[in-house]
């Protein structure tokens, strides 16, 4: 039996119909065609669709969407730097080369903001931390690692 739940996604509040089963990552993508959250395992061990709920990073295919009721959610298309531009994430992740395939770099990009947000002046360590729960197939982390660095420091945390 669907449900109607409203929340704000990326700043616009939302009403949809959802099904009692259906994960946050498939209404994102399934129903607002929102396709910068990813699906890869959906176990949660790959952290591809990691979006922010109430400023939490999550696993979006573990997440009901009916949790998601009266929650402000953020995806990669919400993220946003000053005056619209790029996050500082986002800029960070390109100058220092941390995409390669692109697959895993939207939840990447919303666990390092979340940790950011949370600490704003990580050590390399509680960066590797922090982004733990991500997986990525085609680096070592190196530039990934550095790219969040670098963040902290284009937005003068």
């Given at each position: 039996?669907?449900?109607?739940?409203?929340?704000?996604?990326?700043?616009?509040?939302e009403e949809v119909s959802v099904e009692p089963g259906w994960s946050l990552a498939y209404v994102l993508r399934e129903v607002l065609n929102?396709?910068?959250?990813?699906?890869?395992?959906?176990?949660?061990?790959?952290?591809?669709?990691?979006?922010?709920?109430?400023?939490?990073?999550?696993?979006?295919?573990?997440?009901?969407?009916?949790?998601?009721?009266?929650?402000?959610?953020?995806?990669?298309?919400?993220?946003?730097?000053?005056?619209?531009?790029?996050?500082?994430?986002?800029?960070?992740?390109?100058?220092?080369?941390?995409?390669?395939?692109?697959?895993?770099?939207?939840?990447?990009?919303?666990?390092?903001?979340?940790?950011?947000?949370?600490?704003?002046?990580?050590?390399?360590?509680?960066?590797?931390?922090?982004?733990?729960?991500?997986?990525?197939?085609?680096?070592?982390?190196?530039?990934?690692?550095?790219?969040?660095?670098?963040?902290?420091?284009?937005?003068?945390?």
């Amino acid at each position: 039996m669907s449900q109607r739940i409203r929340f704000k996604i990326n700043g616009v509040m939302e009403e949809v119909s959802v099904e009692p089963g259906w994960s946050l990552a498939y209404v994102l993508r399934e129903v607002l065609n929102l396709m910068g959250t990813k699906v890869g395992c959906e176990t949660g061990n790959c952290g591809t669709c990691t979006v922010l709920v109430d400023g939490m990073a999550i696993k979006s295919c573990l997440f009901l969407a009916v949790k998601a009721k009266g929650k402000e959610i953020v995806t990669i298309e919400g993220l946003k730097g000053k005056e619209g531009g790029l996050h500082p994430l986002q800029e960070a992740f390109m100058e220092h080369f941390a995409v390669q395939c692109g697959y895993c770099t939207p939840g990447m990009i919303l666990a390092a903001k979340a940790l950011l947000d949370e600490n704003p002046n990580p050590t390399e360590e509680e960066v590797r931390r922090g982004l733990s729960g991500n997986l990525c197939r085609c680096t070592g982390y190196v530039k990934i690692v550095e790219a969040v660095l670098a963040a902290k420091e284009m937005t003068g945390r």
